[in-house]
């Protein structure tokens, strides 16, 4: 026997070797690259995620997927590549309330391991620089400082280069590129709250905006047809929230492609839930035809199993009777035009925890609905104050000392009406109306207007914006370009009525609106121009408008005082760009007299 002379047969895999098996369940195909690296992006909490695909008649070649999210570390940059480096757990516990994408952190290792991945990373909101790292079917050929945008991006090229079987077996470009769109498709209803932008060889496949409204994100990738077609879906329950959009009957398939479903923000597919739905419709539907189903379900996480399946397409539901019959019940309801679905069923009208094999009942169970992803209604709340925190930071100055000619004295602020007028007292024992948005463009205006050619004017966008004109439009704008250059927004035409925004004035700060942009160049391209008025003043005035603190936000008192702090170093302090007024003041004199006191 071959044991008896001391000759083992029996060896550990080295893990260049483990990586390139596990590699065999997490990457099946180029779609599943995509799909690992756009939910790690999705983690990481980015608002804009560009996908880049490049193929040839072959097949795909390489793709890329940026995002502004929080970024890595140089150290985490590396680490991140070795099998089971995850930051989104360290205890098995931790398993029972995942509310992240990846968990096993093995996507990274795994790909790296069938192909070569150079990954670019910078970490959001410190000094430190961005890190280039380059590995080649699990080895690291490069590492490096990089100068980078915050965020990460993810170049995956020569897929499967040393596995050639698994190569033989991909399938014609096209369906490659198929699984592709339906894998992002599902990936952006599940997350409304993401920009995604899909390019094929530079062309563009598939846009959605950050919105609030799933609604519109069903209509910006199936057409705003099938909009009418939908009807709303609301059902709270104590372990369950149901919410989303279903087709009428009139709108049918002969598959189930277009049923997409969401379990905690996961686009999953399920085929309990799959059947769920469609038993809801009863005989409204023939047996071989399937609704269009957009649904979202956020169930406890206690109660959802991810740990099933490598690639996380799949998930285990504990009580997943309850679950189906509740669902089934809700669109049977909302088909049958009760037009008051209720928002909250009791527990007994669904017969839940009955007979149930399950341990676990209603009582006992402490049902946890803190929103798993960062739900846009929550960030609509915060979003303003943090923008104008940004806005401010923007024209804060370095030098901490007024000007001595200062024109204005110092003021204390008193509080905010309206969101609109701020009230102080000067030393001087006046009192002074201010027009925030005013006074916030003139501070602007004057820091546009200070700095000279060869400044740091430009900053990169991560993700280029796209602008849609009209041709007329598109042919105004072309001419404005280099005037538009010259001020920091570089505009590469892309197409004849399309255009690439891919770097913005460094004073706009950080955008998180994005739509700021397409206004300034709106207001640009449809003012009628003043003949006294040349074309760099007016792209001054059109930055300091837009940029500015918006009438109408509601300001902190710290932030009314850092703004009218700032007034202070202004030359011409008491008119905006337009010719405005940005204050009113009244001497204590002046208001004796209004009320007939004197
Ligand atoms: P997992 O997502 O399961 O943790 P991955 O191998 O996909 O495992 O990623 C490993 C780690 O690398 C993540 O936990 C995360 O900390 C980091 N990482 C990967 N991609 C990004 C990204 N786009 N932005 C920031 N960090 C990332
Ligand atoms: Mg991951």
């Not at 070797?17 to 779609?31: D, F, L, M, S, Y």
């Not at 590995?135 to 596995?163: C, H, M, R, W, Y």
């Not at 704008?477 to 913005?504: H, M, Q, S, W, Y």
């Not at 500015?548 to 702090?565: D, F, P, S, Y």
């Amino acid at each position: 026997m071959k044991t008896m002379n001391n000759v083992s047969t029996i060896h550990v895999l080295d893990e260049a070797t483990v990586n390139q098996i596990a590699a065999g369940e997490v990457v099946e195909r180029p779609a599943s690259v995509i799909k690992e690296l756009v939910e790690n992006a999705i983690d990481a909490g980015a608002h804009s995620i560009r996908i880049d695909i490049a193929s040839s008649a072959e097949g795909i070649v390489s793709v890329r997927i940026s995002d502004d999210g929080c970024g890595m570390s140089p150290a985490d940059a590396l680490i991140a590549f070795t099998r089971h480096a995850t930051s989104k757990m360290t205890r098995i516990d931790d398993l029972n309330q995942i509310r992240t994408l990846g968990f096993r952190g093995e996507a990274l290792a795994s790909i790296a391991a069938v192909s070569r991945v150079t990954l670019i990373t910078r970490l959001r909101g410190t000094g430190v620089s961005g890190m280039k790292v380059v590995v080649e079917g699990g080895k690291l050929l490069q590492t490096g400082e990089i100068g980078a945008p915050e965020g990460t991006s993810v170049l995956v090229e020569d897929l499967f280069f040393n596995t050639p079987a698994r190569k033989k077996f991909q399938k014609s470009k096209n369906t490659e590129i198929a699984h592709i769109h339906a894998i992002l498709e599902g990936i952006c209803l599940a997350h409304p709250e993401i920009s995604f932008r899909l390019y094929s060889n530079r062309s563009e496949q598939l846009v959605t905006d950050r919105t609030t409204h799933l609604l519109d994100t069903i209509a910006r990738i199936y057409g705003s047809d099938i909009v009418k077609e939908l009807i709303p879906i609301n059902l709270v329950l104590p372990f369950m929230k149901i919410s989303g959009y279903l087709s009428r009957p009139s709108l049918a398939r002969k598959d189930t492609s277009r049923m997409m479903i969401a379990i905690n923000h996961r686009y999953v597919s399920s085929k309990v839930i799959t059947a769920a739905i469609k038993e809801g419709y009863g005989t409204l539907l023939s047996k071989d035809l399937f609704p269009f189903a957009f649904l979202s379900l956020v169930i406890d996480t206690r109660l959802v199993d991810v740990n099933v399946h490598p690639a996380k397409k799949q998930v285990r539901l504990s009580r997943e009777k309850e679950i189906a019959k509740a669902i089934s019940e809700t669109v049977n309801s909302a088909l049958l035009g009760h037009d008051l679905i209720p928002d909250i069923v009791t527990p007994s009208q669904l017969h839940l925890g009955e007979s149930s094999e399950d341990t676990v009942t209603v009582s006992d169970l402490q049902y946890d609905f803190t929103t798993p992803a960062p739900s846009g209604i929550s960030e609509a709340i915060h979003s303003d104050t943090a923008t104008t925190d940004r806005q401010l930071r923007q024209t804060e100055l370095s030098t901490g000392t007024v000007p001595l000619d200062s024109k204005l004295p110092s003021m204390e602020v008193i509080g905010q009406f309206g969101g609109i007028y701020i009230l102080a007292t000067t030393d001087t024992g006046e009192l002074v109306l201010i027009d925030q948005h005013a006074v916030h463009e003139r501070i602007l205006y004057e820091q546009v207007i200070a700095r000279t050619a060869g400044d740091h004017r430009s900053q990169e966008m991560i993700v280029p914006f796209i602008l849609h004109r009209t041709l007329q439009e598109a042919a105004i704008l072309r001419d404005l370009l280099p005037a538009l250059a010259r001020e920091g927004f570089i505009l590469e035409e892309f197409g004849k009525d399309t255009f690439l925004v891919r770097a913005i004035p460094v004073v706009l700060g950080k955008l998180e609106d994005t739509s700021i942009i397409d206004e300034m160049i709106h207001d640009l391209i449809s003012e009628e121009p003043v003949r006294s008025v040349n074309t760099r003043e007016r792209i001054t005035r059109i930055i300091a408008c837009r940029g500015a603190i918006k009438a109408g936000t509601v300001c902190t008192r710290e932030q009314c005082q850092r703004l009218i702090n700032q007034i202070r170093y202004t030359k011409n302090p008491f008119t905006c760009p337009h010719g405005r007024p940005t204050m009113l003041r009244f001497s204590r004199a002046d208001l004796d007299t209004m009320f007939k006191r004197s």
